[in-house]
C-alpha cells in the first residue's frame, strides 16, 4: 500500500480530534498537571504517525475512539462494582442485597446488544451519513432505534462492554420480536454475558455497572439467564393478559441478561424452537399472539429449565420495566418506575426526552465536580 499524504490526511483527520478530546478531558480531571496534556499530545501523535499497514489490527472505529475516552471520562461519578449501594439525585437508597458474585470489572465479556429487524439509516438515523439533527429526532418507528441506540451504546462505552447492533432477517409466519431468542443464543458464544435492551428501554443512570446490578438481581455464576417480571394490566377484573396459564406473572423480554452456560444454550435453543411444537404443544399459538415470545419462555421454558431455582431470574418490575405514570395506563396497576431501565412501552414518545436527561443528569455531575474542584480558578465574589 502507498502511503500518500491523502493517506496521511484521511488519519489527521480521525486522530485530531482525538488528541483535542484527550487534552480537554485530561485537562479537566487533571487539573494543575502539565505533563498530563502533553502525554495526550504524544499519544495522539504517534497514531499520526504509523502508517495504515502498521495499524491493519487496529483501525480506527467509532466504537474504538469512544472506547478509550468515555471510561476516563465518566471515572469521577462511576459506581464502584462492589459498591453496597447507590442513591440517586433524588436521594432514593438501592442496595445490593448484601452479594458479591461479580468483584471485578468485567470489560469486553460483557455485551449490550440491540436487536431488530428495523434498520435506522433513515432520516436522522445513526447509520445515515447525513448529519443528525437531534431536535428532529422522533421517538418513533425506526427513528426509536436511534434514541435507544445512543443511550445502550454511550453506557456500555463508560463501562468498557462491547456493543453490537444485530440487523435480523424476519423470521416467516412470526412477530418480530421472535428474533431474540436465535439472534441472543448467536452472540452468546463470544461473551461471558450478553445483555438485551428493548428499542423503548432506557438505561437511567448510566455511571452504574451492569456488574453492581448483576449483584442487586442475584444473578449468580449459576443463573443463565434472567428477565423483569412484567407489569400487571386488569381488564374488566382479569388479568390473564399479565399471568400464563398456571396463574403466574409472565417475565418480560423487554430486558433480558443471559450468560453463557452450557445450560444457557440447551435453554435458548428450546425458546427458539418452541413454535415448531415438537417438544411444546400449543406454543406455536404464540407466533403471532401476544405476547409472543416472552409468553412462549413464561408457559414452557421457565419450568423445564430452572432446577436449581437460580437458573432463571426474575428481575423487579420496579427495576427494570415500566416509567413513571404509567399506572392507570391500559389498565396498568402495578406502580413500576423502571428505576435502572425504563421500559416506554406505552409511551414511546419519552423515550427521546428520558435519553436527554439520563446523559444529561451524568454531565451534569461531572460538570458539577468541575466546578467544585476548580472553583478558585472560576470563581469571583465581590
Known sequence: MVFTFATQRVLINFCLPTVLVLIFVVSVFNAGSITAPFQAIK???????????????????????????????????????????????????????????????????????DIDTRNPNGENGVFNAKKMDWEKVEAAGSS????????????SQIHGYDYKFFHAKKI???????????ALQRMLHNYKFVVFIDADAIIQHLEVPMEFLFNRWNISPNTSIAMPIDTQQVFEGENNISVDSKGKIV?????????????????MQAWA????????????????????????????????????????????????????????QASVVDDCKGEFVRHYTLNKGTAKTSTSDALMQSMGELLQKNFANNHRNILIEE
Not at 144 to 155: R, S
Not at 172 to 182: L, Q, V
Not at 251 to 264: A, I
Request: aromatic share 12%; proline share 7%; net charge negative.
Open 43 to 113: 499519544d495522539g501523535a504517534s497514531c499520526v504517525s504509523q502508517r495504515p499497514e502498521d495499524q491493519k489490527d487496529h483501525r480506527p472505529s467509532l466504537a474504538y475512539g469512544f472506547g478509550d475516552l468515555m471510561p476516563e471520562l465518566f471515572k469521577p461519578i462511576k459506581l464502584p462494582v462492589t459498591a453496597k449501594d447507590f442513591i440517586d439525585q433524588r436521594g432514593n437508597k438501592f442496595v445490593n442485597g448484601g452479594r458479591d458474585y461479580w468483584k471485578e470489572p468485567m470489560g469486553k465479556d460483557i455485551l449490550v446488544v
Open 144 to 155: 426509536l432505534l436511534t434514541v435507544a441506540h445512543i443511550n445502550h451504546f454511550i453506557y
Open 172 to 182: 416467516r409466519n412470526h412477530f418480530d420480536t421472535w428474533i431474540k431468542p436465535h
Open 251 to 267: 417475565l418480560n423480554s423487554g430486558v433480558v441478561v443471559l450468560q453463557n452456560l452450557p445450560h444457557s444454550h440447551e435453554m
Open 273 to 328: 424452537e418452541c413454535t415448531t411444537e415438537k417438544r411444546y404443544p400449543g406454543c406455536g399459538h404464540w407466533k403471532t399472539n401476544w405476547s409472543h415470545e416472552q409468553r412462549a419462555f413464561s408457559e414452557f421454558i421457565r419450568y423445564d429449565f430452572n432446577p436449581d431455582g437460580n437458573n432463571i431470574v426474575e428481575i423487579p418490575c420496579n427495576d427494570a420495566n415500566g416509567f413513571p405514570g404509567l399506572v392507570g
